[in-house]
């Protein structure tokens, strides 16, 4: 607040506008001005010095403002000399100009900032109304009080009318010349704020100099109102700086004009006022004359730092939208880069683990092991599936939200899916892990799978994982207009403490070195995050020592229910041309490992398994023999599995009707998306299991998996 109350500019701030020594020329040139006009033409239109001395004041640091402040006081007091002003006269005019530069550049140092910043509208009207007329104001009042003191004289109609004239002049002088010297101090600010390129600049001020001309210089038309349009384009096309100079021009081609007996001015008609006989009719017109360049200063300046401020915020509007659309096409960048490093994640580390669960599941099925090695065998596919479950909730949580794919579903079907992998873990605790389904039989729900199941998936395991002994129940019943589905158990039990941050990322029950179950916390986060999306909410009823409810209200709709099927199943067999031939099983991928895996499986359910490593080599085989089921990698060499199912679905003999099923490592929900779209007739994901490997084989020979189509979409990619 301090620095508002100061005077001169700050030692640090930056110096701008002319050096001192060019205000004390223009103060001597405006003094001989001054004495040019009163001794020609007895009158002066526009006293200037102290709106020059102002100026200074504001811009200058403390040395050179006071050395300037100090030559124009010399000056001033040798110009009064010189107009013959003797006694009290001498000193009081010059300490007068002096006072009222010094209060309105104080003023204006506390009003408009430190910066002094012309070009907002708001600065420029507080200058006018809060530091010039109050300094003229002051001004007036101190020196014609002290006239009528010393000479004894009242307040006659010749002293309102001077008190008037001199108001008039020095306000217009401040308000003339120190904004605009402020402006041009700021030039540079104006740099690229204007419309007009330097032709229609020249053009405009030739139209003001022409109609201003024009006007003033004619005794025979009141027409002064002609020369504000050419000042208003100037101010609309301008920058304030060469409004400035418009306003400059002007005011010397008016004054000139008026001065010497031309112009509309000297057409107005002047009332005959009691006491100003003796004033002489130029002095009364030249106050209207002021009136008018106090009028176009007050439309024009302003104006110009309207539209200068518009343009300003229009420039640092464009900025800001060029910078939120390079920032916007960034951040879609990052998300396309995080896509696909997730994605490549996925398969980097299915790829291996797919490998790993195969042969502990061949292992466990091998005849003739023994019990032990059949355990060891069991706790690899375990552990596989824990790593996997891992992988998934990490690379879920990264991943974020995805766009909710709703259709109709049975509901319990979706809960078998979900609680198939922890029937291993159930088994080996003792747990009983059941299914309770309250819901109509053959009801149908409008939700999306991937987005129960995970949020489903998590709550199983948690409750397989924290019961020791006795059961966890997944109970589907109605509530209300949706769905409730609650997991229950019989397990340890959650503390009060914990409740309020269960549902956190990385939010543990015991994350200390000594606790029981391993985990990062991840589980109930990504549970609560799919219900939201769902729009539903997720609840906890848990005693410790007793169990955990985790309640899930979902605003699942009732779509329409499933139409039973009562056809013998003989009726519906598919027609079988060589019961005793094995399904022929094509295995279409490039990882060695991959491929034994799922010839070792297939063998093991009587299949004859022929393998290739790339999609050219899958159309050659499909040519040369016919297939029951093709297991179609999508990552290969020389041709990927998208466009060799293209190829195939193209073949006229039986390339429509092949079953084509995706074992991949490519998991993520618009990987399953490409390769239906690709006409492949279901997705597996890697790792797989013998349990699911062979469903999808009794299911492609059963005729039972969806009909192949092939969008638009994938025929273009």
């Not at 402006?183 to 007009?196: I, K, S, Y």
């Not at 951040?331 to 696909?340: G, I, K, T």
């Not at 994901?685 to 009794?698: D, E, F, R, T, Y």
Request: glycine residues 8%; aromatic residues 6%.
């Amino acid at each position: 607040m301090r620095g508002h109350w100061r005077l001169f500019r700050h030692e640090a701030g930056r110096v701008a506008g002319p050096p001192a020594w060019v205000y004390v020329l223009l103060f001597a040139a405006s003094q001989l001005i001054g004495h040019w006009s009163v001794a020609t033409f007895d009158a002066v239109a526009v006293w200037l010095s102290n709106g020059i001395l102002a100026a200074a004041l504001l811009q200058l640091h403390r040395r050179p403002a006071v050395a300037v402040l100090t030559a124009c006081f010399t000056i001033n007091l040798f110009s009064n000399l010189i107009r013959g002003d003797v006694g009290m006269l001498l000193w009081l005019n010059a300490l007068l100009n002096m006072g009222e530069a010094f209060l309105c550049a104080f003023l204006a140092r506390r009003v408009c900032g430190a910066a002094l910043d012309m070009r907002r509208p708001k600065r420029l009207l507080a200058f006018a109304g809060y530091s010039a007329v109050p300094a003229v104001a002051v001004t007036a009042a101190i020196g014609f009080g002290l006239v009528m003191l010393v000479r004894g004289a009242g307040l006659s109609a010749a002293a309102v009318f001077n008190i008037y004239s001199f108001l008039i002049v020095e306000l217009l002088g401040l308000l003339l010349v120190t904004p605009i010297l402020l402006l041009v101090a700021r030039a540079h600010r104006f740099r690229g704020m204007t419309r007009a390129r330097a032709p229609e600049a020249i053009a405009l001020f030739a139209l003001m100099l022409v109609v201003t001309t024009a006007v003033f210089w004619q005794n025979d038309l009141a027409v002064a109102y002609l020369t504000f349009p050419p000042m208003l384009l100037i101010s609309l096309r301008l920058s304030p700086t060469r409004t400035a100079g418009a306003l400059i021009l002007l005011a010397g081609i008016t004054g000139a004009a008026t001065l010497t007996g031309h112009g509309p001015v000297h057409l107005t008609r002047l009332a005959e006022v009691p006491g100003l006989e003796a004033v002489s009719p130029m002095l009364r017109r030249l106050g209207i004359f002021n009136l008018y360049m106090l009028a176009m200063v007050a439309t024009v300046l302003p104006i110009s730092t309207v539209m200068t401020e518009r343009r300003r915020l229009e420039a640092r509007l464009r900025a800001r939208t060029l910078a939120a659309q390079e920032a916007r096409r960034k951040a879609e960048d990052a998300a396309a880069a995080r896509s696909r490093f997730l994605a490549m994640m996925s398969h980097e580390m299915r790829t291996p683990l797919n490998g790993v669960a195969g042969f502990a599941d061949v292992l466990a099925g091998r005849p003739g092991l023994d019990a032990e090695a059949v355990r060891q065998a069991r706790q690899i596919r375990e552990s596989s599936d824990g790593l996997l479950m891992l992988v998934e909730d990490i690379l879920d949580f990264a991943r974020g939200d995805d766009i909710l794919t709703n259709e109709p579903l049975d509901l319990a079907a979706v809960a078998r899916e979900t609680v198939a992998p922890s029937l291993a873990a159930a088994e080996a605790r003792g747990l009983t892990l059941s299914i309770d389904d309250r819901l109509p039989a053959q009801a149908r729900f409008t939700a999306d799978r991937r987005a129960l199941r995970q949020a489903l998936h998590p709550l199983v395991a948690n409750a397989v994982k924290f019961t020791e002994r006795g059961e966890v129940v997944v109970r589907l019943d109605r509530a209300g207009d949706g769905v409730c589905i609650r997991v229950s158990d019989t397990g340890c039990g959650i503390e009060p403490s914990i409740l309020p941050d269960l549902f956190e990322a990385f939010a543990q029950g015991d994350a200390s070195i000594r606790r029981n179950h391993s985990g990062v916390g991840l589980g109930l986060a990504l549970a609560a995050r799919h219900v939201r999306r769902m729009g539903g909410r997720i609840d906890v009823d848990s005693r410790v020592g007793e169990g955990s409810t985790f309640i899930l209200n979902l605003p699942f709709e009732r779509a329409a229910d499933a139409i039973e099927d009562i056809t013998p199943a003989a009726e519906t067999a598919p027609p079988v041309e060589d019961p005793g031939r094995a399904p022929c099983v094509l295995v279409v991928d490039d990882h060695p490992v991959n491929r034994e895996v799922a010839r070792i499986m297939l063998e093991a359910f009587g299949c004859e398994v022929v393998e290739v490593c790339d999609g050219q080599q899958a159309l050659d085989a499909v040519a040369e023999q016919p297939f029951d089921l093709v297991l179609m990698d999508v990552r290969m060499p020389v041709m990927d599995g998208l466009e060799a199912t293209r190829r195939i679905r193209a073949m006229p003999d039986a390339g429509d009707i092949l079953s084509i099923v995706a074992m991949t490592a490519d998991a993520m929900p618009e990987d399953v998306t490409r390769c239906l779209a690709a006409g492949m007739n279901a997705h597996m994901a890697k790792p797989i299991n013998q349990a699911g490997l062979l469903s999808m084989v009794n299911r492609a020979l059963s005729g039972d998996l969806p009909v192949a189509r092939v969008t638009l979409q994938a025929e273009a990619a």
